[in-house]
């Protein structure tokens, strides 16, 4: 199937202008799961491996919308919930998505078709589809977001989980024991490697065609700081726990400032940051609830292009 008959065919119309490239939806298998699998044991596999008192205070992550006693047909894995990748989910056969931004973070005043998340929220609910969404609980976990970057990387971590922002009345896992947040990781690259190389390779890891950096700095390359999505708060414990470079998804203009010759600094883009995330879903979903069919979402969600 083509991209276009694909666009005619399940999507009818052109719903918004932040997804702006259409991606082909491969051959889906609309058979259910070979599963009773509730999508409440989805949600307390997901919730065990990343507690929610690990969120942030700001955070929404957790269940965004729907019945969790339904059986799970299929699970949609994504960054970012919009309503095309409710469409894909659709088209997969699923009745959950998991995300990793919440769909619902400031609230709802309404739900009609006004913006882009009312028109999702709408178009879940009338489909039956359940939302997850694991977040900044998810970005503090042991084993989240920034390990797996690490992993693309190549770079395994090194020693204790950096934790310097830990809000101890807050983190208490579901058994009952402590849970660390761990806003950043320090790994260690196998070989220390020049910043050019570095950066070159960090570039082809995660797809992206332009980082932002600072000055190249004249020393090799070996322990990094990861700090997936909007990281530009962590660069000054990155820099006190000795780290050569520093790689976030974002970071303000100003930050970048005063760091010549002290850490390699960097930005790759926020959607490409955190990309892989979905992995982390599958590989949780697929060793705690065995025989749920999972997707990686095919629908490209980062809002940001470049020309
Ligand atoms: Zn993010």
Redesign the pocket.
Known sequence: MCEKQHELLIFGKNWTTVIDVPRKISNFAPALSNTSVKIQQVLNALEQFAPLPLQESWDNAGLQIGLTETEVSGALLCLDVTEKVIDEAIAKGCNLVVS??PLLFRGLKQVSDANDVQRTVRKAIKNDICVISMHTNMDNAKGGVNYKIAEKLGAVPAGEPQAPHTAPSANTVLSGSPAEKIPFVLAELPDAMDSRAFIALVKERFGVKCAHCNKLIHRPIRKVAIC??AGDFMLDEAIAKGADAFIT?EMHYHVFFGHEQEIQICVIG?YES?QFTSEIFQEIIQKECPGVRCFIAETMTNPICYY
Request: glycine share 42%; no cysteine; charged share 15%.
């Open positions: 990793h931004h997936g999505g998804g926020h955190e």
